[in-house]
């Protein structure tokens, strides 16, 4: 089968040029490394709104009530995509003050912004209360208990939802599964903290709860877990005499990375969800609440390609054709966080037959730094331009300056625009990691 053609894991708008280069959204992919450098993340806008467009569908065709898509800006997050967002109509899910920062001056409004995060700052819950945002999700009674104080004393109803923890296994990489007995995250049900904190809450006149929230884990395929987690999420709720009026069972829909992984289409995840919070409000009597869906990769993964430039390459005694890239841990610690995989094309042979087994490594001093451990491609030389797939998720937004490297351009590409959304960070800004010597 001629698979040169198949750019299923890559964003909508990719073809080959008369050239025979990859080109996205019309634009030929070795032109824009040649003006920009590598490594370099390119997005693509058709790609996010086809995204953002197919959960609106499903939405429409399987609940009844209101439904909105909260982006979940630890996914990548800076200011111009943000800002693109904002204008699609979409709500974010934010941790910290660096993303509550960029999603307040992208133009958010503050009614679709909810904050996360296990150990939130006074600062932060500040920052969650000036905004007067959507929801802060409590994470602990610990927690509770130290926002009612600020709000009290603010004298200021906090508006919060419970990210309640269903103690449920689900089948993905343990370092990004959150819902089991053991997670860090969440109010737990099977110690009653879940109850208690409903209870607490309710009781309380600084804190008015109008929501609850799950979320499973991440780059998962499966869609009964997310059953299992809803019902729990309605029992805890009925037991302890509460409706809510939102209800988020959180994020975490796969991606295709490589052709391994199963087909990523978003319709079991969405017609599972919107079908049990539907009979279970049926259950109990009770309204249809606000849907709130959380996907940050599956709107932006494969919106992203990463583009690498070829250097070195060496044989080892063992027999391995190394070929090193210009990128990789600093750009990209997924393959060592999680051992994920991916896949990539040659640019400017984007057709040329693949016949060269070679491990790609990336150019930083840890032997963990492999891009891929084994693929097939065309023969490839210093110069040459690694396109990556499905990058457009955590790649950036968990990028470092490990040996002080610069971290790379983003753009985002329309047919007839070219915007560089955040710049290649360059060692002589304000702020780079260089010591001048001088006393601040
Ligand atoms: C609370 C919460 N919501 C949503 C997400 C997004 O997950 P994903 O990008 O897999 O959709 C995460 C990811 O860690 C999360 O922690």
Redesign the pocket.
């Known amino acids: 089968m001629d698979t040169s053609t198949d750019f299923s894991l890559f964003p909508i708008t990719t073809t080959i040029n008369s050239k025979g280069h990859l080109s996205i959204a019309g634009h030929d992919l070795a032109d824009l490394a040649a003006t920009y450098g590598t490594p370099l993340y390119i997005y693509d806008g058709a790609t996010i709104r086809a995204q953002l467009d197919r959960l609106k569908t499903l939405f429409k065709h399987y609940y009844s009530g209101e439904a909105m898509v909260a982006y979940?800006s630890?996914?990548y997050f800076s200011r111009s995509f943000a800002a693109r967002l904002a204008a699609l109509g979409t709500g974010s899910?934010v941790v910290g003050l660096g993303e509550i920062h960029v999603a307040q001056s992208a133009g958010f409004p503050a009614s679709v912004i909810h904050l996360?995060g296990n150990n939130k700052t006074g600062a932060e819950l500040q920052a969650a209360l000036d905004w007067n945002i959507q929801a802060i999700v409590v994470d602990s009674l610990d927690e509770m208990a130290y926002l009612e104080t600020l709000a009290a004393r603010r004298m200021q109803v906090a508006r919060i939802w419970l990210r309640i923890t269903p103690d449920l296994n689900v089948n993905t990489h343990p370092h990004?599964e959150?819902s089991h007995s053991d997670s860090k995250f969440g109010l737990h049900i099977q110690n009653g903290e879940a109850a208690e904190a409903i209870q607490r809450a309710l009781a309380s006149p600084w804190l008015n709860l109008t929501g609850l929230h799950t979320?499973l884990g991440?780059?998962i395929f499966e869609a009964e877990p997310y059953r299992q987690a809803i019902e729990m999420l309605f029992e805890v709720a009925a037991a302890n005499h509460y409706t809510p009026q939102e209800i988020s069972p959180?994020?975490?829909?796969g991606v295709r990375y490589t052709d391994a992984d199963p087909i990523d289409d978003a319709e079991p995840w969405v017609k599972t969800v919107a079908e049990t919070v539907q009979e279970s409000c049926a259950r109990y009597g009770w309204q249809i609440p606000r849907l709130v869906l959380?996907?940050?990769?599956?709107l932006a993964a494969r919106a992203g390609v990463a583009l690498y430039s070829v250097g070195t390459q060496k044989t080892t005694p063992a027999g391995t054709h190394i070929v090193a890239i210009d990128g990789g841990l600093a750009d990209n610690p997924r393959v060592a966080l999680y051992q994920a995989h991916y896949t990539a094309r040659v640019v400017q042979r984007a057709a040329a037959p693949p016949t060269e087994k070679m491990r790609l490594v990336g150019k930083f001093c840890e032997s963990g730094d492999v891009l891929i451990p084994e693929i097939v491609l065309p023969p490839v030389e210093r110069g040459d331009l690694l396109a990556t797939p499905a990058a457009g998720?955590y790649q950036l937004s968990m990028a470092s300056n490990y040996n002080l490297a610069a971290r790379p351009a983003a753009l985002w590409l329309e047919d007839s625009e070219v915007e560089v959304m955040q710049c290649c960070e360059q060692p002589d800004q304000p702020g780079w990691w260089v010591y001048s010597g001088q006393k601040p």
């Open positions: 979940a630890k996914a899910d996360h990004i959150t979320h991440s780059q959180g994020g975490g829909w959380e996907p940050g990769r599956w998720a």
